[in-house]
């Protein structure tokens, strides 16, 4: 019989800014790229036009990540670096990380020249019983899964 490998269930998400982690994260969305399709028309040797379709311009989509409101504040001080000018200090590698329920890695994303172009805090409702919620979007140049 075949070995049979199951999914990976990640139970939670870590992000790593410059190699520090600087927190966990419920909810992470829109790791990948696309490519452009540029159609191309040829006439085959049979006389026949035929559309090729190759690929045209790169683009890496954004990365959002969704956690619940802590004291820690290292996205909104790296935020503060784009909202002050300094983006060339923003831009920085930096890693996702899926951990399962023993808290061992289990995935890991790098991403090249990242810096948060969004962060968004709490809706503030002080007769919620729900937690708050805060989120930040991160633009980058690139990116690999590495495990």
Known sequence: MP?????????KFGLEISGK???FFTNVGGIGSESEVVE???VSEKGETIIQKLPGRLTWTEV???RGVTSNIDIWNWRKLVVDGKVADARTNCSIIAYDQT?????R????????????GP???SSSTNYMI???TIVHEGMVRVS
């Open 40 to 42: 191309h028309k040829v």
């Open 64 to 66: 959002t990540l969704k």
């Open 134 to 136: 805060e989120d930040v």
């Open 103 to 107: 808290q061992k890695e289990i995935a």
């Open 3 to 11: 070995s049979r490998e199951d999914p990976l269930v990640a139970f």
């Open 21 to 23: 982690l600087s927190g």
């Open 109 to 120: 994303w790098n991403f090249e020249n990242a810096w948060p172009s969004k962060v968004v």
């Open 123 to 125: 809706e503030l409702d």
